[in-house]
């Protein structure tokens, strides 16, 4: 099973920042099969980023995801209101999806 | 518009069955695999299992701490996907989450999701 490591745990910034997270797996992902979703409170997760780079439908171009092989990045060039909220990775290009523990972006 | 309804959760006692349906629309459902996750009380996101389309075998894969105990199915004609969840625990206590698999390209559509308490 392929382990994924997200940090920091928590990132405090505020509104217009760039926010940074990092994501590293414990082997090499499949075909940079490595997603990125947001989620807020009491709702469920959205896809931002898929194949480590592409964003989903409809994602604002402030959110991009880079890497290959065992480190990824998410990157939110300039933080909104709406973008405060936990962000997870995840791997699916092995038959056993996993998630990484999440980083909490909140308010400075 | 996509859309992926849970239903069937609730309160249930350790060692007892439950069956989720996650109702499809919006798209050909029997195209796509799709797949079950949970989120216990406070905590992370966990994949539970998903089935794959017909034109991929149907096969399923499970989570190692739910194999042989939940089992994924689908109804293409009724765009239904089933998780058969038995002998549960304490510890299946979380929201679970039905999704479309759209391939390379992730997993794109969630459903809003539904709890499931075991408790005695």
């Known amino acids: 099973e392929i382990v994924l490591t997200q940090s920091p745990g928590t990132l405090s910034l505020s509104p217009g920042e760039r926010a940074t997270l990092s994501c590293r797996a414990s082997q090499s992902v499949s075909s940079s099969y490595l997603a990125w979703y947001q989620q807020k409170p009491g709702q469920a997760p959205r896809l931002l980023i898929y194949?480590?780079?592409s964003r989903a439908t409809g994602i604002p171009d402030r959110f991009s995801g880079s890497g290959s092989g065992t480190d990824f990045t998410l990157t939110i060039s300039r933080l909104e209101p709406e973008d405060f909220a936990v962000y997870y990775c995840q791997q699916y290009g092995s038959s056993r999806i996993t998630f990484g523990p999440g980083t909490k972006v909140d308010i400075k | 518009e996509v859309q992926l309804v849970e239903s069937g959760g609730g309160l249930v006692k350790p060692g007892r069955s439950l069956r989720l349906s996650c109702t499809a629309s919006?798209?050909?459902?029997?195209?796509?695999?799709m797949s079950w996750f949970r989120q216990a009380p406070g905590k992370g996101l966990e994949w539970v299992g998903f089935i794959r389309s017909k034109a991929y075998g149907g096969t399923t894969e499970y989570a190692a701490s739910v194999k042989g105990r939940f089992t994924i199915s689908r109804d293409d004609s009724k765009s239904i996907a089933y998780l058969q969840m038995n002998s549960l625990k304490t510890e299946d206590t979380a929201v679970y989450y039905c999704?479309?698999?759209?391939?390379?390209?992730?997993?794109?559509?969630w459903g809003q999701g539904t709890l499931v308490t075991v408790s005695s």
């Open positions: 194949g480590a780079s």
């Open positions: 999704t479309r698999w759209y391939g390379d390209y992730g997993f794109d559509y």
């Open positions: 919006g798209f050909t459902f029997g195209d796509y695999a």
